[in-house]
C-alpha cells in the first residue's frame, strides 16, 4: 500500500527530471493534477531538505542532494561497473559517442555516456529519457524483448513523429524490428534527432535476458563511411559486456 504524499513527492521529482528548464508552482499541480495547497507544502518539505530547489523566477528544478544519490544508484548497477571498460574501449575504436542504457517503465533511460574528441551535440545524457520506438537504443529493446511484451508495449504507445524520419505507421516499425532482430543490431537514422545516425546492440544477462543496450551515435555522413567496422567493434563489445554479465 502506498503513501499518498510518498508518491507525490516522487512524482514531482520525476516530473522536474523531464522538464529540465523548471516549472513553477502551478505548473506542477496542474500537470500532476494536485491541489495548489499540497504542491505548496511538498515543495516546501523538497526544498528544505535539498531535493529541489528555486531560482528568482520561482522556478522549481532538482536539487543538489540527488546528485550523491544518482551517482550512488549507478554505481550500485553491477552492468555499469562491468560495462564501463568495455564502453571507453569502443567509443576510443570508433571515435564517436557511445552510450548505454535501459528500459524504464515504457521508456529508454540513459545510464551512461563516453564522449569522444569529435562528439556531437546531443540531448540525450546520463538520467534522461527517450522513446524507445525512435531510437537505436530503443528500438534494440523492441527487436530482442519477448515477442508478448513487445506487442503490449506497442499496444500502449503513441508512435508520434519528432522528425521527417520518424516511423509512425506500426507494420513499418514491426518489419524493421525483424530485420534488427536478425542482423544483430538496431538502427536509428535520424529518426529521433536531425543529423544523428544511430547503431545499437543488445546486452544480455546470465539468465539470458535483456538487460541493456549499448549505442554508438554520430553525424550520418561519419557514421555510414565508417558503418561496417562500427558494427563489428559494437557487436563484440555488446558481447564482451554480456559475458561479463554472466551470459553465455
Known amino acids: 500500500m502506498s503513501v499518498k504524499s510518498a508518491k507525490r513527492a516522487?512524482?514531482?521529482?520525476?516530473?522536474?527530471?523531464?522538464?529540465?528548464?523548471?516549472?513553477?508552482?502551478?505548473?506542477?499541480?496542474?500537470?500532476?493534477e494536485l491541489p495548489q495547497s499540497s504542491t505548496f507544502n511538498l515543495l516546501k518539505t523538497l526544498h528544505n531538505e535539498g531535493y529541489v530547489r528555486q531560482d528568482g523566477m520561482k522556478l522549481y528544478y532538482l536539487g543538489e542532494k540527488l546528485i550523491p544519490l544518482g551517482t550512488s544508484a549507478l554505481e550500485s548497477l553491477n552492468i555499469h561497473t562491468v560495462a564501463k571498460p568495455y564502453l571507453t574501449n569502443l567509443m576510443k575504436a570508433v571515435k564517436e559517442t557511445v552510450f548505454m542504457a535501459m528500459l524504464s517503465k515504457d521508456e529508454l533511460v540513459y545510464i551512461a555516456k563516453m564522449d569522444a574528441d569529435r562528439s556531437i551535440r546531443t540531448t540525450a545524457q546520463p538520467g534522461y529519457k527517450k522513446p524507445i520506438y525512435c531510437t537505436g537504443l530503443g528500438k534494440t529493446f523492441l527487436s530482442f524483448m519477448p515477442e508478448r511484451e513487445k506487442n503490449e508495449l506497442l499496444n500502449r504507445?503513441?508512435?508520434k513523429k519528432i522528425t521527417a524520419n520518424t516511423i509512425t505507421d506500426r507494420t513499418q516499425l514491426e518489419d524493421q524490428l525483424q530485420l534488427f532482430q536478425k542482423q544483430g543490431y538496431s538502427v536509428d537514422d535520424e529518426?529521433?534527432?536531425?543529423?544523428?545516425?544511430?547503431l545499437a546492440a543488445p546486452i544480455f544477462d546470465s539468465q539470458r535476458q535483456l538487460l541493456a543496450a549499448i549505442s554508438v551515435a554520430g553525424p550520418k555522413d561519419r557514421m555510414i563511411k565508417q558503418k561496417e567496422s562500427t558494427i563489428?567493434?559494437?557487436?563484440?563489445?555488446?558481447?564482451?559486456?554480456?559475458?561479463?554479465?554472466?551470459y553465455v
Open 10 to 32: 516522487l512524482d514531482i521529482l520525476d516530473l522536474l527530471a523531464r522538464y529540465t528548464d523548471g516549472l513553477s508552482i502551478k505548473n506542477i499541480g496542474d500537470k500532476l
Open 157 to 159: 504507445i503513441t508512435l
Open 191 to 198: 529518426e529521433n534527432e536531425d543529423g544523428l545516425y544511430c
Open 232 to 246: 563489428t567493434n559494437l557487436k563484440k563489445t555488446a558481447q564482451l559486456i554480456s559475458n561479463g554479465m554472466g
